[in-house]
């Protein structure tokens, strides 16, 4: 420990009468690694798992059922109402939810103001609260399908009501009646991955949740792909014809589960194959949840270019490190070799050498987290849609610190093994 | 104390082999003091650097305060100089920007004394060359005798065995380098084995002990002050 | 100048040396990966489209109230609109439209022959051909000629049979289709008066770029049909075309007018058609900027690690220096002697900088769309960190003139 202490007072000094020398190192360094230390916090957030501790028991069921393009094309994400309901009415599934996505204008019946709020709306089925644990404040979820009541996000609640409890209160929407039933509580769920399949896997959780019976029966639209064969007039026009919109996900706690599911699902195709549907070459498909997310490619592709270029620049910087470091312990051979003749050991001058790029690495941290924060904002600025996506952690910040001591000792290691093998008779004449 | 049987040292190029040092024979008790002088050349930068270990050597056997140094491994080299050796150099070899107290303190550190012992040890030997006054100053605030008696009290403050000086006046006016000369000579009245390289003769002749070393080997052997027989060391060896 | 003299020179320094090769070859790798990036983004930004880009202002908007559910009713308010903004001064015309070129996504749907065999596969890009529903003047009003065949007219106008109409099967339109669909649909004979799936070809337009992100070419293909579609819970488009430079001026008075008609509107974007063409491409050139921030700080770190590599080689080489100078070298000489050490790994640099070109090219072709690296960006990047490798090496070239020859006859 005392070694330690000399050591690191040493370094100090060090640091202290090359300032200028270190400074452009260290911040060289510290750029170099702020980059990347920004882009791995995109790429990790885009990337983790929104709810880790069921994402193995939480399937998307993507079904072999859409017939128009070419056979070996890839399974489309939504089904028609019909074979959602299929899928919902059978009990193989712990939970069971199918759902679309709409927008809507809304008011509090009883406000002065008649101004109307933009509303996300989730219209799904009561199986969506126990499978994504959507968090209850207050009330719950409505109890009939085509109940005319609601559930309402936390950011919702306080735009209209300026939150608080709000069940029994009337939203008017198209100038009919819903009745509040439930509240949220601030509810973060990074990706969102029943939302993954349209580019909104990053967009935060919905305004109002409905039945989706009472949302179809309202005409809350929605986005659909349709066969020619089929005129759709209207959003409730869509029982029992080929609109698809819907998404469905299921919790199968068991392998069993997952077999009979997967049993289920096959044997509805082949039973709508024998109704003289086309079907493709591909098996119906049940994805966890990070197979899913994997699978709608919700990790920017731009950012994992962004990846390669960044990790390419931290080499760089690394490289510039260690040349000056090189520099630098050359011109200190004469210390180095006057130590080595009244006695340190190799090791003693390795330690030495380890203590000072700890401090280096000590120094680059604390730049790094600073142009890490830094180049975060600039990729906001330069991505609007990144937004939501990069939050800093402790874990990122315990990285970046991490990844600092590493780049500093690496730079550190040649320069350092070249100092310690100097060879003594020559230095000091 | 330092005893050298056929050491040879051999520097080679692409194509071209040097013999630095060649059969090279040498003895030194306790208590002598050794000049060692030469022609530029001739080999005795080389022998002190093979003598403070600092350079290996190819053949031959060496053995220091009697530990055979062959096979030794760079750790226990490293033990051997910080313990038994103090170096003296022709430029001092003082880090600048240390003062006085840091720049003797830094092979104490590698012993692993603790504080009060290192600080006694650094007292004692800024007391022994006259300069207690001055811990706290700066080598470049000190004229070159000054700075090289400095250099002596880092070699003292080890206690080692055997003192290893290099043309310890090279860079000194006359004046100084009395006073250099006079200290060491102080010290091996007090018991210290010194080595010294020099390239003056009346310095040479003012030790005990004079050696000199003409292409990498020793040719003469004489002796000033009658204190050994070398027939007897060859014998010995 | 003796360059077997440098090469042992740098030879000396291998470490060193290999890693400024690296770092000054990654930085022409990554430079001509920017370029080609940022290149291609203002390349798409300034291809022309086909229509009247720069004279047109676009509105998004959604009503907010149930009383637009009464399709009569939200006609008529989005001919009182249209009307109100056509009187705006400064506005030549005005139109509803139901989507707008520059977009993904979208209304589309499946473009046949009438008498398309049953059993026969249609080509994938006849799947998805986006579907435009305007006012009679829609095409015109975008700036886009009929070659062939004639305008739509009054008559074609089929939003009362939609919305009256029990079975909407029966309605048959009339519509404008591109030349390039056109030709799609019916490779072998002339489009003009025949039938399709979605009704019979009256007229014929020049192409036009409608969906940028298709690859082939259906990038121009688009249907036009008269029709006011009034969906009170989807997006309502509005064009707008405005007289050269009166542009910022209406655009600043379109929400108020629209809402002066009727308040109960969600003015989600008024943009010019410019704006929206940039914003579409915001992501490219969002990773364009990034890319080019990123190249200018390697080649800042390219020049420090220059500088500091020159300035450790004429420290360390002084006394040399001084020798040199002594024996008779000039001050340029030596100048030159320092410079052409830095030349000679730029060369080095360039020569891998091929590699590490093509390398991260092929690397990035993996994630994103990127085009091959020319010769000619390449030599630019070469001279751009020649250069500034040069001007990073000044310094110390400009310190070995103060070198002293005396320092030759110096022993320390």
């Known amino acids: 420990m005392e070694m330690f202490n000399y050591y690191l007072k040493l370094s100090f000094r060090n640091l202290i009468r090359n300032r200028l020398f270190f400074i452009l190192m260290i911040s060289t360094l510290a750029v170099g690694v702020g980059v990347f230390l920004a882009n791995i916090a995109i790429i990790k957030s885009m990337s983790s798992d929104p709810i880790p501790y069921k994402s193995d028991r939480i399937f998307n069921v993507s079904l072999n059922i859409w017939s128009l393009d070419n056979p070996d094309a890839e399974l489309i994400e939504v089904m028609r109402y019909n074979d959602a309901m299929h899928i919902l009415k059978n009990d193989i599934a712990t939970h069971t939810m199918v759902h679309y996505q709409s927008k809507v204008y809304t008011r509090d019946i009883n406000a002065k103001s008649l101004t109307r709020h933009q509303a996300i709306v989730r219209a799904t089925t009561q199986g969506f609260f126990p499978l994504t644990d959507a968090p209850f404040a207050f009330g719950g979820v409505w109890q009939q399908d085509y109940a005319k009541q609601i559930v309402i996000g936390d950011t919702f609640n306080q735009q209209v009501f300026g939150g608080g409890n709000s069940v029994g209160k009337t939203l008017e929407i198209g100038g009919k009646p819903f009745e509040i039933v439930g509240v949220l509580k601030p509810w973060n769920l990074k990706p969102v991955f029943y939302n993954a399949a349209f580019d909104q896997a990053f967009n935060s959780t919905d305004d109002i949740y409905a039945p989706i019976e009472t949302a179809m029966d309202n005409e809350w639209a929605i986005d659909l792909r349709n066969m020619s064969t089929d005129r759709i007039h209207s959003v409730s026009d869509n029982r029992g014809k080929n609109g698809f919109f819907l998404q469905a996900f299921v919790q199968l706690d068991t392998l069993e589960q997952k077999q009979l599911m997967q049993q289920y699902l096959d044997n509805y195709s082949q039973h709508r194959k024998a109704q003289g549907e086309y079907l493709r070459a591909n098996d119906n498909r049940l994805l966890d949840v990070n197979e899913w997310l994997t699978h709608q490619k919700v990790v920017d592709e731009r950012m994992l270019a962004f990846a390669l270029a960044s990790s390419l620049f931290l080499a760089v910087c690394i490289f510039n490190a260690s040349s000056l470091l090189l520099a630098r312990y050359h011109s200190a051979r004469f210390e180095t070799g006057l130590r080595r003749a009244v006695g340190a050991r190799m090791k003693d001058v390795f330690y030495q050498g380890v203590v000072e790029s700890m401090l280096i690495g000590s120094c680059c941290a604390v730049l790094t987290l600073l142009f890490g924060w830094l180049f975060l904002q600039i990729s906001m600025t330069l991505f609007p849609a990144l937004k939501q996506t990069s939050d800093i952690d402790i874990t990122l910040i315990l990285m970046g610190i991490g990844i600092a001591l590493v780049t500093s000792f690496i730079s550190m290691l040649y320069p350092l093994i070249r100092s310690c093998r100097t060879s003594l008779s020559t230095t000091l004449k | 104390m330092l005893n050298m049987k056929n050491i040879s040292r051999i520097y080679r190029s692409d194509t071209i082999q040097t013999h630095a040092l060649r059969d090279f024979n040498l003895q030194v008790n306790a208590g002598e003091f050794v000049a060692v002088t030469g022609p530029s050349g001739s080999g005795k930068s080389t022998f002190l650097n093979v003598a403070g270990l600092l350079d290996s050597f190819d053949q031959g056997a060496y053995e220091l305060d009697g530990v055979n140094i062959q096979g030794l491994n760079d750790d226990e080299l490293s033990r051997l100089r910080n313990e038994k050796i103090g170096f003296i150099f022709q430029n001092y070899n003082l880090i600048p920007d240390f003062n006085l107290f840091d720049n003797i303190d830094m092979p104490l550190r590698y012993r692993g004394f603790n504080a009060a012992e290192r600080k006694r040890r650094i007292t004692n030997a800024l007391e022994q060359v006259g300069l207690a006054s001055r811990a706290n100053y700066l080598p470049s605030q000190l004229s070159g005798g000054q700075q090289q008696r400095v250099a002596i009290a880092r070699a003292l403050a080890g206690e080692p065995k055997i003192l290893l000086a290099d043309e310890p006046t090279g860079n000194l006016d006359s ?4 006073q250099v000369m006079e200290l060491l000579h102080t010290l091996n009245t007090e018991g210290s084995t010194i080595i010294m390289v020099t390239h003056d003769p009346d310095q040479a002749r003012a030790v005990g002990r004079n050696v000199q070393v003409i292409d990498g080997q020793i040719t003469d052997h004489s002796v000033y002050a009658p204190t050994h027989d070398n027939a007897s060391i060859a014998v010995k060896v | 100048m003796n360059i077997k003299a440098l090469f042992k020179a740098l030879r000396l320094r291998k470490f060193a040396t290999t890693l400024l090769i ?42 907010t109230s149930g009383a637009y559910r009464d399709t009569d009713y939200y006609q008529s308010i989005t001919q009182q609109d249209i009307a109100k903004i056509s009187a705006i001064d400064g506005v030549i015309s005005a139109a509803h439209y139901n989507q707008l070129p520059i977009q993904r996504g979208g209304w589309n749907g499946n473009m046949q022959a009438a008498d398309f065999p049953e059993d026969a596969v249609l080509p994938v890009e006849l799947r998805y051909v986006p579907q435009f529903y305007s006012s009679k003047i829609g095409l015109e009003n975008l700036g886009v000629e009929i070659i062939e065949g004639r305008t739509l007219t009054d008559a074609d106008d089929i939003t009362k049979d939609f919305y009256t109409l029990q079975d909407r099967g029966k309605i048959e339109q009339n519509i404008i289709i591109t030349q390039s669909l056109a030709k799609a649909i019916f490779p072998n004979r002339p489009a003009l008066g025949e039938l399709t799936n979605n009704g019979r070809v009256v007229g014929i337009a020049r192409d036009f770029t409608i969906s940028p992100t298709r690859k082939g070419i259906d990038k121009t293909f688009g249907l036009f049909g008269n029709f006011m579609y009034s969906q009170a819970d989807y997006q309502q488009h509005y064009v707008v075309r405005v007289e050269p430079g009166k542009l910022a001026q ?20 008024v943009q010019s058609m ?10 490219d050139a969002g990773l364009a900027s990034l890319f080019g921030m990123l190249s200018l700080l390697m080649i800042v770190v390219t020049v420090v690690s220059s500088f500091a590599h020159a300035h450790f080689h004429v420290t360390q080489q002084r006394k ?22 830095n030349w000679l790994l730029n060369l080095g640099a360039s020569i891998v900088g091929i590699a590490t070109m093509i390398g991260l090219n092929i690397a990035l072709s993996q994630v994103i769309t990127i085009e091959k690296p020319t010769a000619l960006l390449y030599a630019l990047a070469v001279f751009v960190v020649f250069v500034s490798g040069s001007l990073a090496t000044w310094l110390p070239a400009y310190k070995t003139t103060k070198i002293s020859p005396v320092i030759a006859t110096k022993t320390l």
């Open chain 3, 320 to 341: 040399f220096i001084g020798i040199r100078r002594a024996l008779g070298a000039r001050k340029k000489d030596i100048m030159l002697y320092v410079f052409s050490e």
């Open chain 3, 274 to 283: 410019a704006e929206r063409l940039k914003n579409f491409y915001s992501q």
């Open chain 3, 250 to 269: 209406v655009q600043a008075q379109l929400s108020d007018t629209i809402l002066s008609v009727q308040a109960e509107r969600d003015i989600i974007r």
């Open chain 2, 175 to 178: 004046l100084m380098a009395r």
């Open chain 3, 22 to 63: 690296l770092q000054l070859s990654l930085t022409i790798g990554l430079m001509v990966n920017t370029v080609i990036l940022t290149a291609s983004t203002i390349e798409k930004l300034n291809k022309p489209l086909g229509f009247d880009v720069e004279q047109l202002i676009t509105v998004d908007l959604m009503p």
